[in-house]
């Protein structure tokens, strides 16, 4: 049986929650967007958030397939059947995440009201898949993640996630963790980055971000 690094406490998953909350909150706003009257009018907007959050989600589960599901096998050997599982449910909710990317294809190249149902299917599948693992995982993952993962290895899997965004996404996925998060998540999340970077915020990223919201959302 794999001996935990620290049996109390060997890190401080606390972002996992705030990010399931992203997600959950970012399909479901593309949803609303992709939907809305008038849509159509403003797609190339409505797409590049559809976008985003197809990115983020890929992010999000690629670094853990990358870095934490192997960790947890060969530390957590008693959890084993559980991590599988989130694996097999990663499986089928990149399924559906490729299904959404060819209906956006789709509606971005003919954008109609009428063509805005599939992507919204589409958008809602993903939802659903996500109900059931998001759940699974905080309530039995992060756990295994607290006793069996170095504060450093989890910090390390973060900076990868964010790695993955494109340039042009990172203000983005900044505004939409700080606009999802409680003040206090808010601070925590403010308080660990670097000073040039708070104020890079501050000063550009948050008028980008917002500016990038009302285009989606007319």
Request: hydrophobic share 45%.
């Amino acid at each position: 049986m794999a001996t935990p690094i620290d049996s109390v406490k060997a890190s401080d998953p606390w972002e996992m929650a705030l990010i399931h909350r992203v997600i959950r909150r970012g399909f479901e706003q593309a949803r609303v967007h992709v939907l809305a009257p008038g849509a159509e009018s403003r797609a190339a907007a409505v797409a590049a958030y559809v976008d985003f959050q197809l990115d983020g989600l890929h992010a999000h589960h690629s670094t853990e397939d990358e870095l934490l599901w192997p960790v947890l096998l060969e530390r957590a050997q008693l959890s084993a059947a559980l991590i599988r599982r989130m694996e097999q449910q990663h499986v089928a909710i990149h399924d559906a995440v490729d299904a959404a990317r060819s209906a956006l294809t789709a509606w971005r190249t003919t954008p109609t009201a009428a063509g805005a149902e599939p992507l919204g299917a589409a958008l809602e599948l993903v939802s659903v898949r996500l109900v059931e693992h998001l759940g699974e995982e905080e309530r039995d993952v992060v756990p295994l993640i607290a006793t069996h993962v170095t504060q450093a290895e989890w910090d390390q899997l973060g900076q990868k996630a964010f790695s993955k965004f494109k340039p042009s996404q990172r203000f983005t996925a900044m505004g939409e963790l700080l606009a999802t998060a409680r003040p206090e998540e808010a601070a925590r999340m403010l308080a660990d980055l670097p000073a040039p970077v708070r104020g890079i915020w501050w000063l550009v990223g948050k008028r980008r971000y917002q500016r990038f919201i009302r285009s989606a959302t007319g």
